[in-house]
């Protein structure tokens, strides 16, 4: 192997063996692992500090283990079947596209930031678009159906994001034809998207100044479809998982967090809301309408898999709330702002005119410039608080464009709800945590 | 919309000896590196119990950029967003920390969810997070040569690096 640089002595990023390790490395160690302050995790007397050695093995779960979503690597040190210790080891999916974002105009930058979160790239596009319209000064001149569309677009893929969840999540506990129910279901909505942006994911569709274009013909009826569907499938899934014995006795009980624990390790959505915190930015700090629309923000008691999975199977039935009272106040107007430094001139009129193609020309090619500022803007994604942080140097590219991404910050309670439980219990875990990894590594 | 670069012209407000700058509507304080972790931690027994995030910006490429309050900009900056469930309310933090000592003490004490976030940004930019409980790597492979989210860290010049490839 070529050394390539002896400038990076940090170390390993690997889960030590306790006998590299002295008594004080230890304890920090399983501070950090429990995402604990070493104080505190002094303070936990359970904390084993001296277990044998030739008890304990470290095994790899992943980075290519179904149950993993994607390529997380989790470090364990178990103790027969018993999980001792946990880090779950990233970056396998990074490919540096907080640097492309600074490469992309702000007009191009929705292609990037929606392959984030895969699952749900509307809500990354939407914020991304919120942070540079804020730049703009330009926020509260976007047209009312613009909003609106955002939100039903926003709650749609919230549904087909927790659909998703309840296929893995059935299929990482053995209820595999919940999987292929999950992903059918998903189908449904994906396929409105693809009709309305044109593809099934990676849409580009909500950009800065308003969305790419109106919705198509007979939309209604299509969501109309979907969400008349819905219900039947939902009672099949309660049969099916939520009333089972089997079931409950994976999830209830397992992968326990605190409050107190959520909010110090920055945890938020469905995990937050599984601890009894009733926190949704839809209601608590509104955008766009939300704060118009009546709809509960689903909370759990235990914070175990079992209130986790719950909290996600009922957001789809308050989606679906939200999604009937868009239909009714769906306004009509515009679709995007029609601002002539943001918005691209309509197709007739390049055919007229001359000032209209030059516009359009440089538009694409230069984009439009942002006036000097930074600004933090956060929304609700389907797997908790996304923000997005840009830096303008007053050009048409952000100067650093930052994407607090839910599933990376999420990921670091997973060592602490695995905890003492069994490795079968791991993958309950990681399940109803439900991370995407395009997002953590981004 | 007021003017975007908002270096504030009335008079400065102060939030626990830091001055507030007023960034489009949001609330920022700029805290020196001395201050920067008693800032945090009376930020938090004042009700911003969560730190949502924390990154890292490199203003190479600006380095006369105006801050005001007559704080000296430094090449990189940390910025920490806080947010009090309890009150609704988010507060920015930023510090200067200059390329020649980039270190900063970490968080880790009090906010543990920052340790993923420090790793990440002393990973992308290089800056030490002193007294964090694992300093490494966390994007990138530990055998990595630079920092990539450095304005000096070209983009697509640098040879593909393949942990334990044959050459």
Redesign the interface.
């Known amino acids: ?2 050394v ?2 002896a ?2 002595a ?4 690997e889960l030590l063996s306790r006998s590299e390790l002295t008594a004080k490395e230890l304890l ?2 399983v ?2 692992v ?7 995790a002094a303070l936990l007397a359970e904390v084993e500090t001296e277990a044998p050695e030739d008890q304990t093995m470290i095994i790899n779960m992943g980075p290519q283990h179904p149950s993993t979503h994607g390529v997380l690597r989790l470090m364990l040190e178990l103790q027969g079947e018993t999980v001792l210790r946990c880090k779950p080891i ?2 396998y999916l ?1 490919t ?1 596209m ?3 974002g600074e ?1 992309l105009t702000y007009m191009q930058g929705g292609t990037n930031v929606t392959r984030m979160d895969y699952l749900s790239p509307l809500n990354n596009e939407l914020v991304f678009s919120m942070a540079v319209e ?2 703009l ?1 330009i926020d509260g001149d976007i047209p009312e159906r613009a909003v609106w569309m955002r939100m039903l677009l926003s709650e749609l893929n919230r549904m087909s994001s927790h659909l998703l969840f309840l296929a893995t999540n059935g299929m990482d506990l053995g209820a595999v034809s919940m999987m292929l129910y999950g992903w059918r279901e998903r189908e449904d909505v994906l396929r409105f998207f693809q009709k309305v942006t044109g593809l099934r994911m990676n849409h580009n569709f909500i950009r800065p100044g308003g969305l790419a274009a109106d919705l198509p013909a007979g939309w209604r009826d299509d969501v109309l479809a979907i969400l008349e569907g819905l219900p039947s499938r939902l009672e099949e899934y309660e049969i099916l998982m939520t009333g089972q014995p089997i079931w409950r006795e994976r999830l209830q009980g397992v992968g326990v967090i605190t409050a107190q624990e959520a ?6 959505g469905p995990i937050l809301r599984s601890t009894g ?1 009733a ?1 949704d930015l839809r209601r ?2 509104p955008y766009l309408r939300y704060d118009e629309l009546d709809f509960d923000v689903i909370v759990g008691q235990y914070g175990d898999a079992y209130d986790r999975y719950s909290i996600r199977f009922n957001e789809i039935r308050e989606s679906m709330r939200i999604v009937y009272q868009i239909l009714e106040r769906m306004p009509s107007g515009d679709f995007r702002i029609q601002n002539k430094k943001v918005t691209p001139p309509p197709r007739a009129r390049i055919d007229e005119s001359m000032e209209a193609l030059i516009h359009h020309f440089k538009i694409f090619t230069e984009g439009f410039k942002v ?6 803007v ?1 929304i609700e994604s389907p797997r908790g ?1 996304i ?1 997005c ?1 840009i ?3 007053g050009s048409s590219n952000p ?2 464009m ?1 994407v ?1 991404a839910p599933s ?2 999420n ?2 309670t997973m060592p602490h709800m695995m905890r003492g439980g069994l490795v079968a219990d791991a993958v309950a875990v990681i399940s109803s945590v439900d991370p995407v990894l395009g997002e953590v ?2 | 919309m007021s003017d975007s670069t908002d270096t504030v012209e009335n008079a400065v407000e102060t939030q626990h000896g830091c001055p507030v700058q007023n960034s489009l509507g949001q609330r920022v304080l700029h805290a020196s590196r001395d201050q920067y972790v008693s800032v945090i931690k009376a930020l938090a027994d004042e009700g911003y119990e969560m730190c949502v995030d924390l990154t890292g910006v490199d203003y190479l490429e600006m380095p006369q950029r105006a801050i005001g309050f007559g704080i000296q900009p430094e090449r990189f900056e940390v910025v920490v967003n806080l947010l009090s469930l309890s009150k609704r309310q988010r507060i920015r933090v930023r510090v200067q920390v200059p390329v020649e000592d980039a270190t900063l003490a970490t968080l880790f004490d009090i906010h543990p969810g920052t340790e993923a976030h420090e790793r990440e940004t002393f990973d992308m930019f290089g800056i030490v997070f002193t007294g964090h409980p694992d300093m490494t790597r966390i994007l990138m492979p530990e055998d990595w040569d630079g920092h990539p989210l450095r304005k000096d860290y070209s983009q697509g010049s640098i040879p593909v690096q393949f942990k334990g490839a044959h050459s």
Do not use: C, N
């Open positions: 192997m070529t390539i640089s400038g990076t940090e170390g390993g990023q920090r160690e501070g950090s429990l995402r604990l302050s070493e104080a505190e990233i970056g990074h540096g907080e640097k492309t490469a804020k730049l000064g909010i110090a390790l920055g945890a938020t915190i926190w608590d700090m006036p000097e500022g930074e600004v933090y956060a608080e923000g942080y830096v303008s140097d100067y650093r930052h607090r990376f910050v990921i670091q590594d981004r």
